[in-house]
DNA sequence: CAGAATCCCGGAAGATACTG
DNA sequence: CAGTATCTTCCGGGATTCTG
């Protein structure tokens, strides 16, 4: 019944891991989930996440930038503006990430109480 | 079409984050992914990852068994042996994290081609 | 406002050696 | 075989300062 459409085996795993490492970090995850909602600014994105360094969501930006998950608009006004957009490619992302936020959600009681016990055992 | 089954808005974007944090760790997934295939083995799964240190998966597997989605049976024998095995929540996470596996099999091109073309451009 | 540049530190992770 | 222990190296990432 949790059958997966696509098997494990039969493609080489690592490629999987890589594109984990990139949306599965930290910050893009929560950067593309934010751009979900429409364009935003940088400072925009900055607030709406709230515990990203200036230079992070540089960083993270520009590697979603790299990878064609978003793009950047900037306008050549006084002062700047900049927006950020996901691409179609983006977007199609989140559907796969939601499902995943959809298993955080239902085993997250799940997963804490294990740690706890986890912890209790190995004092 | 795209339509996500779980929408961002309205529930806490970090735990997506946390969980995505365990789950994205690059040798976590593909301890989950190989363990998709029964039990194995320390070494056994050292060898199919190829590249991780003993140190690391000492450390994503304790992780693991801490978060409840693997389980440790030792062998109390000479040599000792030690089985890892994914729980029901373990094989649980297989689905989404092959959503994700789907996904980036789907898209990898489409990436690499924006990636190179990103860095042509940026010298 | 949107970044670039610089400095700096703690933790992540590899290599190696030892053990039950 | 399945780890633990130790050392060391590296770099992710925060804080701060400066610019177009």
Redesign the pocket.
């Given at each position: 019944m949790t059958a997966p459409s696509v098997s494990y085996e039969g493609h080489d795993c690592r490629m999987v891991s890589s594109v984990l490492a990139r949306v599965g970090?930290?910050w893009s995850v929560l950067v593309v989930m934010y751009l979900g909602g429409g364009p935003k600014?940088?400072?925009?994105l900055k607030r709406m996440i709230g515990g990203?360094?200036?230079?992070?969501l540089?960083l993270t930006?520009?590697g979603l930038e790299r990878d064609g998950l978003v793009t950047?608009t900037?306008f050549p006004t006084i002062?700047?503006?900049?927006d950020?957009e996901l691409t179609d490619l983006g977007r199609s992302l989140r559907e796969p990430v939601s499902a995943l936020g959809g298993w955080a959600q239902a085993h997250q009681d799940e997963i804490e109480a294990s740690r706890a016990a986890f912890d209790k055992a190995a004092g």
């Open positions: 970090d930290k600014r940088f400072n925009e990203v360094s200036q230079r992070m540089t930006l520009r950047r900037v002062p700047p503006r900049v950020y």
